[in-house]
Structure formats: C-alpha cells, structure tokens
C-alpha cells in the first residue's frame, strides 16, 4: 500500500532557498503516483502544529522534513509515541540529527532513503519537559547558540565568528549534576547531554552516543587555557575527545542539572533560558524515523566521510 505523506519546508533554514527543493519533491510525488502535500513554514511553531493537526487527522503516514534541527525538532516533537514515520532531506547549517542517521547531504539521495522506506525507533530527551533529539547543553555551546540566534548571516563562517568572539568574554559557570549513579559538582566549559553523536558539522561532542541505547551521553569539558580550547576545538572534529584529560563522559538514563542562577542553555541548537534545576530524561524508542543505518563511529574516517559528504551535495546543488 502506497504511502501518504505530508511535507513541511523551512523555507529560510540553512543558507540557501526551499523553494526548489519543495517544488522537487512535490514532482517526484506526482511522477510516483503518491499522495503528498507541501507546507512551507512562515515562522517558529509552524511545522509542529503542521505536523500535530497531520497526526490528529490521521491523514498521513509519514512526514518529510526539509530543514535543519531546529525544524526536525519541531515536527520530531509532534510525532513522538505516534506510528507516523519522519523522513529528513537535511537542508540546515549543521543536520546533526541527520548526519547521525548516516543521511546523504545530497537532497535527491536523501529523499531516496525515505522511499526506500527503512525505518527505525529512536529514543529522545526531555529537559524539563521540553523535547530534544541531538544535543542539549549548557555552558559555552549554549552562549554561542543564544548569540548565533540573533546574527542575520548563516553558516559555518558565520558561526566560527560567534564562537571567536564569545570565547573573549565567556566566564564558566559552577554545576550540580546528579544521576541515578553518581553525584559531582564542575566549573564547567560546557556542560552537554546527547542523545546522538554530533551538534551538526561534523562536530562531534558525544562520538559514541547511540539513538537506540535507551541511554544519554553527557560529556562535561573542563575549563583550561586558550590552548586547551585549540586542542578541544581540533578533537572536536575528528572524534578524539575521550583522549582529551579535560573532557568526562559518562551515561544515564535520567540527570538533574543545578546552578546557583538561571542557566542560558539550548535544545537541538535553539537557544533557551532554564531556570535554576533542570530536569533530564530520556525517552527510549519513541519517534519512527526513515534512516540508511546508524553507522559506527570511527576516529577521523568518519568525520572525514561526513566533509565528503558535504562537498559532493554542495557540487550536486551547483550542477
């Protein structure tokens, strides 16, 4: 039995224009016979109440996503504990959600994964009730978020320029973290939860994190000097952070973060302010999404296939 599906665009995620690829999909619809509507997205909340009406209705049986995290969170939110599958054509400035999928950058080799129609059950968070589905985190990475929010350019330049300049002033801030195994207290750099492997970018803070474990990944970096950050940035990005002494891992099902004041922090990269206690749970196998396979993570091969990736969709979009 065919598929029915609903497809909701961000039409200014990443840095490049939705519009042909909304109209893409839509004709490949037509060519294949297949029911399918396209929603774009005019402002925040749009494609979760877009998805949430789809679902309500039971008129679909799967939504593809065009956009980056911050609208996959968004419609993932709407789909959780549902039987309504979520396919992504990643077209963001980080995708870490996708990337951790093993999806092609390539928007006609993502869209093939969706309609080869393998799927998997994959776990999400929850911080004090709010969903996430690849990274939360506070500490520096939350700063950055907040201050990256409110530039008007996008991408990687853009974002390299925000972390400079907020590295100049950024003072680490004292955390309480308790888990069902341990309690600790850190002047943290950055304090980050995942459920997958990477922000996005290939920057990869929890490399062996897994959607399926049932288990979050928390990785606390520890402050030090200018070169310390060098050194994190460098491992950051080819998969070596636990052979960094200023980096801690650990897992867990559930974990309470306190700080003595209200705490910038950031959910899939959206910037948003917690109060004093935050509240973590994870959510095992609850959201059906259409993946090639969760790939094993390997040291600089991986991050280095995920750079190819990326260049070969960004000659595929010129050509």
């Known amino acids: ?31 294949l016979k297949m029911k399918n509507e396209l929603l774009f997205t005019g402002g925040g909340g749009d494609a979760r109440r877009f998805a949430e ?38 077209s963001g400035s980080g995708n870490g959600l996708a990337r951790h999928l093993g999806l092609p950058l390539d ?20 911080a004090n009730g709010k969903p996430f589905f690849c990274t939360f985190g506070v500490g520096f990475d939350a700063r950055v978020s907040h201050a990256f929010s409110k530039c008007k350019r996008r991408g990687k330049f853009a974002y390299l320029r925000v972390i400079i300049h907020e590295s100049k002033s950024y003072k680490p801030q004292k955390y309480r973290v308790s888990t069902p195994d341990c309690n600790f207290s850190r002047e943290a750099l950055i304090l980050a939860v995942c459920n997958s492997s990477q922000y996005g970018n290939n920057a990869y803070i929890a490399p062996h994190a897994s959607l399926t474990d049932g288990l979050l990944d928390i990785t606390v970096v520890n402050t030090g000097n200018p070169l310390d950050l060098a050194r994190n940035s460098i491992e950051l990005f080819t998969g070596f952070i636990k052979n960094n002494r200023r980096f801690e891992t650990l897992r867990a099902t559930t974990l309470t973060i306190e700080s003595e004041k209200q705490m910038e922090g950031h959910l899939d990269g959206e910037p948003v302010m917690f109060p004093q206690k935050i509240e973590i ?26 750079t190819l990736q990326e260049i070969q969709a960004a000659l595929s979009k010129q050509f």
């Open 53 to 90: 009406e789809a679902v309500a209705s039971g008129s679909v049986d799967a939504i593809l996503v065009i956009g980056g995290d911050g609208t996959v969170n968004e419609v993932a939110s709407a789909l959780c504990g549902s039987d309504v599958r979520m396919g992504i054509i990643p």
């Open 281 to 306: 749970e994870c959510h095992p196998k609850s959201l059906n999404v259409y993946c090639a396979g969760e790939p094993e993570f390997k040291p600089i091969l991986t991050p280095i296939t995920g």
């Open 1 to 31: 039995m065919k598929r029915r599906f609903l497809t909701i665009a961000n039409p200014i995620s990443g840095t490049a224009s939705k519009n042909r690829l909304g109209d893409f999909v839509v004709r490949c619809f037509n060519e």
């Open 107 to 126: 928007p006609v080799e993502a869209f093939k994964v969706t309609l080869n129609g393998h799927s998997i059950a994959c776990d999400y968070a929850t």
